[in-house]
């Protein structure tokens, strides 16, 4: 049974926030070609306008629509073909009544043209003649100097994580430096005398390290930087030495066991022992990953994490990854989650009073998305292998019904 005084995660995440709110990772300045995924430290500014012209979108001849309208197969209109524009150059003429000039895409419109007519739907007539077999708008196929980005325009605000489109626009107009926050420095600590590294043959009791590796790939595709401090036996001194040398360099320090409330539970001792404000809070109402630890020592978040594995991942996504964009500088607002609508495959039962995360496989069935419970402990690491997603059953309900509708929030 969970402890009713125990806090829902939201209220717990929320006093690690408001312990670093004035935390936030120093910056640098980078080139653009590699910055996918970083956050930009100030509002990005264009300095010209993109384009720097109005070009056709289509290969055909650029005109003035008016000298089209009415026109179709069988009532064509003739217009003479005065020039070529050629990609890059820029037209040294301007189109009268009745004229059009052969335009490639991207090509620039020469004054007179207000849009370009599509080479299917022009006839050649002769060398400088050709039939219109279809009305056209004006503006239509044409995109005008400015219509993308104009200057003085912010093109992306400070807190945003950058994309390849972001970058491609950046490109675009001229931006080939930008400031950035840094990435966080998280050090990884794993401890139990149980514990070996996953190239050493395993005894009776031992158990090769999983969660070091799954943290490490989590927060590096999150834009963090991991670093793996190794495994450290169930000694009072020894991790409170490695937690202190972490702590030097390092933007988070999270561990790997030692929270639950056996003999060797010394996580929390230790960190209320290095530092203020030490523990804010020992346990959350969730499942998996109750036994949580959270705490600050001098500004920096340090995490107990459950030693199961599943446990790992729910708190890394609840916790950690919040925490990650927090210290990164990352804009709230521009917090996505990747999630998708489906029915649940069956009934799942929930205690009153806690959070479940449930991992689930999607599944199509007769068109329709189905959620399917992977049920095992949270200490089977295979259950995340085959998982898509989670669906999260909140505190105040005593389960889902069969083909209830949730929402899948994608690993």
């Known amino acids: 049974m969970f402890d009713k005084n125990y806090l829902l995660p939201s209220d717990a995440l929320n006093l690690i926030l408001k312990a670093i709110q004035d935390n936030?990772?120093?910056?640098?300045?980078?080139?653009?070609?590699?910055?996918?995924?970083?956050?930009?430290?100030?509002?990005i500014v264009s300095s010209e306008d993109l384009p720097g012209f109005s070009r056709s979108t289509v290969d055909g001849y650029a005109l003035n629509s008016a000298d089209t309208?009415?026109?179709?197969?069988?009532?064509?209109?003739?217009?003479?073909?005065?020039?070529?524009?050629?990609?890059?150059?820029?037209?040294?003429f301007e189109l009268k009544k009745g004229e059009a000039a052969k335009i490639p895409t991207g090509g620039m419109l020469p004054q007179g043209a207000d849009a370009v007519l599509m080479l299917e739907n022009a006839q050649i007539v002769s060398d400088d003649m050709i039939e219109v077999m279809k009305s056209v708008a004006p503006n239509e196929n044409v995109i005008h100097k400015d219509e993308d980005i104009k200057k003085g325009e912010t093109v992306l605000k400070k807190?945003?994580?950058?994309?390849?489109?972001?970058?491609?626009?950046?490109?675009?107009?001229?931006?080939?430096?930008?400031?950035?926050?840094?990435?966080?420095?998280?050090?990884?600590?794993?401890?139990?005398?149980?514990?070996?590294?996953?190239?050493?043959?395993?005894?009776?009791g031992q158990v090769r390290d999983i969660n070091s590796f799954t943290?490490?790939?989590?927060?590096?595709?999150?834009?963090?930087?991991?670093?793996?401090?190794?495994?450290?036996?169930?000694?009072?001194?020894?991790?409170?030495?490695?937690?202190?040398?972490?702590?030097?360099?390092?933007d988070m320090v999270l561990i790997s066991g030692g929270t639950s409330a056996?003999?060797?539970?010394?996580?929390?001792?230790?960190?209320?022992?290095?530092?203020?404000?030490?523990?804010?809070?020992?346990?959350?109402?969730?499942?998996?990953?109750?036994?949580?630890?959270?705490?600050?020592?001098?500004?920096?978040?340090?995490?107990?994490?459950?030693?199961?594995?599943a446990a790992v991942v729910v708190c890394f996504d609840l916790f950690i990854k919040p925490i990650m964009d927090k210290l990164s500088g990352l804009d709230s607002k521009m917090i996505f989650v990747k999630t998708v609508r489906a029915k649940m495959a069956k009934n799942i039962a929930s205690a009153a009073g806690r959070e479940d995360h449930i991992r689930v496989y999607i599944d199509e069935r007769k068109g329709e998305m189905l959620a399917v419970p992977i049920l095992g402990k949270s200490g089977l690491i295979t259950t995340l292998v085959k998982a898509d997603g989670i669906v999260v059953i909140p505190h105040d309900k005593l389960g889902l019904d069969a083909g209830e509708e949730v929402a899948v929030n994608f690993f």
């Open 24 to 43: 936030t990772l120093s910056t640098e300045r980078l080139r653009i070609e590699d910055r996918y995924g970083r956050i930009t430290a100030s509002d």
């Open 69 to 92: 309208f009415g026109a179709k197969e069988n009532s064509p209109a003739y217009i003479t073909v005065k020039k070529e524009i050629f990609m890059g150059s820029i037209p040294d």
């Open 262 to 309: 056996g003999t060797k539970d010394m996580t929390s001792m230790i960190i209320n022992d290095i530092g203020k404000p030490g523990v804010l809070f020992h346990g959350v109402s969730l499942k998996p990953g109750k036994p949580l630890i959270g705490g600050v020592i001098d500004g920096r978040p340090v995490l107990g994490l459950p030693g199961h594995p």
């Open 159 to 204: 807190g945003h994580r950058l994309r390849a489109q972001d970058i491609g626009a950046l490109a675009g107009i001229g931006i080939t430096e930008i400031e950035v926050y840094k990435k966080p420095v998280i050090a990884i600590i794993s401890t139990g005398d149980e514990i070996v590294p996953p190239d050493k043959s395993v005894n009776p």
């Open 215 to 250: 943290l490490s790939g989590l927060i590096s595709e999150h834009g963090g930087i991991p670093v793996k401090k190794g495994i450290f036996s169930d000694d009072y001194e020894i991790i409170k030495d490695v937690i202190q040398r972490s702590l030097d360099g390092s």
